[in-house]
């Protein structure tokens, strides 16, 4: 089943916390190229002027995908929506 995920990134751009972010963001593109390997993350886009980004997952129901969203290293300090797809009947009709 796939699944459309807007993640937004809230954690707090502090000087004291610029460490641990640039650690965390390391994890995360580690995390998301483990996802990718596995098939689970499809496409991943950013939304310009923000640090927000939209992601094509694949996982088998709804538990899934939140454990595999809840194994990102960011995951405490974002804020997500999650839309499950299925299929239009128009991509159904064989294409010419």
Not at 5 to 23: D, F, I, K, Y
Request: glycine fraction near 4%; charged fraction near 25%; aromatic fraction near 6%.
């Amino acid at each position: 089943m796939e699944f459309l995920v807007r993640q937004s990134n809230r954690m707090p751009v502090t000087p004291e916390g610029r460490e641990l972010r640039e650690r965390l963001v390391i994890a995360e593109r580690a995390r998301a190229k483990e996802l990718r390997e596995a098939g689970t993350l499809l496409r991943l886009w950013r939304v310009p002027g923000t640090r927000d980004s939209i992601g094509l997952y694949c996982a088998p129901d709804a538990t899934v995908l939140h454990d595999v969203l809840a194994s990102l290293p960011m995951f405490a300090w974002m804020e997500i929506t999650v839309e499950p797809l299925a299929t239009h009947p128009q991509e159904q009709t064989p294409r010419p």
